[in-house]
């Protein structure tokens, strides 16, 4: 099914307890898994996403629940996979809160909820709930009428979304490798492209330095009358920012060039086939040509590995200056990671901009090194703080000792010196 279609999200349901990560990995090669356990032996949620897909999990602790936010085409969706057993009421609250994640929302799942609105032949508690939660937060169910139990006639496999009705297309697929049917889900307004486009940024240089020589005069007038330093370093740090990307021009590739030759290539590609035939077969025939192969494989990469730093070696033993120069400074280039934003502790919140990331900071490390709170009520704490007034003063281990002799408080300096040690960064 998954090699036909080419689904680029899957959102499965009663995976049951003895479903194991592994297995599903195994199966799902290519996307990115989030799992959510489940209430009972039959429950449990998952969400798999393409790997070329950039998604964010959401960390909801909850069972039956599993979701991520994803990035499409500079827009955010949080998609989000939902099992409600029968006997249990609808997570209306845990719906609320993943309609706040982003402006764009899929929930997809297995709900329990029945209601002739959407093609059932009866109307249950939970269905009646469902619908007025639909209709208070403006969603839309996109297969109405669509008989996805095999039990019944039934629409309880649902797909919900804030998306227009006419943009989504689903089809009922002819699998029946479970109790439920597979359905299929075209977005018409979600464009991907799987092929992959790389930008490619080319920097005219020469163009920088002319340009820098011609305004140095002009820049050294204009912060003659400026004192503040860190002003006149932001300022130029703009500025040479800006100039950079008026003389920086970008390409759009289909591919990188691989850094590996052609014969290296085939023997990987060769490798991955051997892989694809043992997870298939699991003979020990196959096992061994794997293991045989992939021994060959690393010995031919830690080869060319050796002969390309001997070229590199020789090239930079060249008394040629340009050729030298040329290549060592490879030796100074760090590869460079994309950032996108951070979140927050639960990862319930993504911070992007830069105000928001710096408010975030400050305020995680005003709470970790605030100073702990005096319960006036408490006893202990009043003895605590009296006995720590009185040993910030003293200057050597006997008088602690003395101190805490007298105390109400019964603890030791050994106890002391192992809190202090705990305390050192790990």
């Given at each position: 099914m998954i090699k036909e279609h080419q689904p680029m999200i899957i959102s499965l349901n009663e995976l049951g307890s003895h479903t194991d990560m592994k297995s599903i990995q195994h199966v799902l090669l290519g996307y990115d898994i989030i799992k959510a356990e489940s209430t009972n032996k039959h429950g449990g949620a998952l969400v798999a996403i393409d790997k070329r897909i950039r998604c964010v999990p959401i960390n909801l602790n909850q069972l039956n629940i599993a979701a991520a936010i994803i990035t499409l085409n500079d827009s955010t969706y949080t998609i989000t996979s939902i099992y409600s057993p029968s006997n249990t009421p609808l997570p209306l609250k845990t719906m609320s809160l993943l309609l706040t994640y982003s402006n764009y929302t899929i929930l997809l799942g297995d709900f329990n909820a029945n209601h002739i609105d959407w093609g059932c032949s009866t109307t249950?508690?939970?269905?009646?709930?469902?619908?007025?939660?639909?209709?208070?937060?403006?969603?839309?169910?996109?297969?109405?009428?669509?008989?996805?139990?095999?039990?019944?006639?039934?629409?309880?496999?649902?797909?919900?979304?804030?998306?227009?009705?006419?943009?989504?297309?689903?089809?009922?697929?002819?699998?029946?490798?479970?109790?439920?049917?597979?359905?299929?889900?075209?977005?018409?307004?979600?464009?991907?492209?799987?092929?992959?486009?790389?930008?490619?940024?080319?920097?005219?240089?020469?163009?920088?330095?002319?340009?820098?020589?011609?305004?140095?005069?002009?820049?050294?007038?204009?912060?003659?009358?400026?004192?503040?330093?860190?002003?006149?370093?932001?300022?130029?740090?703009?500025?040479?920012?800006?100039?950079?990307?008026?003389?920086?021009?970008?390409?759009?590739?289909?591919?990188?060039?691989?850094?590996?030759?052609?014969?290296?290539?085939?023997?990987?590609?060769?490798?991955?086939?051997?892989?694809?035939?043992?997870?298939?077969?699991?003979?020990?025939?196959?096992?061994?040509?794997?293991?045989?192969?992939?021994?060959?494989?690393?010995?031919?990469?830690?080869?060319?590995?050796?002969?390309?730093?001997?070229?590199?070696?020789?090239?930079?033993?060249?008394?040629?200056?340009?050729?030298?120069?040329?290549?060592?400074?490879l030796l100074n280039k760090k590869p460079q990671k994309g950032f996108s934003g951070i979140t927050d502790d639960d990862n319930m919140n993504i911070y992007k901009t830069p105000a928001s990331i710096l408010s975030y900071f400050q305020q995680h490390f005003e709470n970790r090194f605030a100073s702990p709170n005096l319960d006036i009520s408490n006893k202990t704490d009043i003895d605590a703080n009296d006995l720590w007034q009185r040993l910030i003063t003293v200057k050597n281990d006997n008088s602690i000792q003395e101190h805490i002799k007298y105390s109400d408080l019964t603890f030791t300096i050994q106890d002391l010196h192992s809190i202090i040690k705990s305390l050192a960064n790990k």
């Open positions: 249950n508690p939970k269905g009646a709930q469902l619908l007025k939660w639909i209709n208070d937060n403006n969603l839309i169910i996109h297969n109405t009428n669509m008989s996805t139990s095999l039990r019944s006639s039934n629409t309880i496999d649902l797909i919900i979304s804030n998306q227009q009705r006419d943009s989504i297309d689903c089809t009922l697929l002819s699998y029946t490798c479970s109790d439920h049917f597979s359905i299929f889900i075209e977005f018409s307004n979600i464009l991907f492209q799987c092929k992959y486009e790389i930008s490619i940024p080319k920097t005219y240089w020469n163009v920088f330095q002319a340009v820098l020589n011609t305004i140095h005069e002009h820049i050294d007038e204009l912060y003659t009358n400026i004192h503040d330093e860190f002003s006149i370093f932001l300022q130029f740090q703009n500025l040479l920012h800006a100039l950079k990307s008026r003389v920086t021009v970008w390409s759009i590739q289909n591919q990188l060039q691989s850094t590996l030759p052609p014969f290296i290539r085939i023997l990987l590609k060769y490798k991955h086939y051997l892989q694809n035939r043992y997870r298939k077969t699991k003979l020990e025939n196959d096992s061994l040509d794997l293991r045989l192969w992939s021994k060959i494989n690393k010995q031919e990469i830690l080869n060319y590995k050796a002969r390309q730093w001997t070229s590199f070696l020789s090239k930079l033993a060249s008394s040629n200056p340009k050729t030298f120069c040329n290549h060592v400074k």
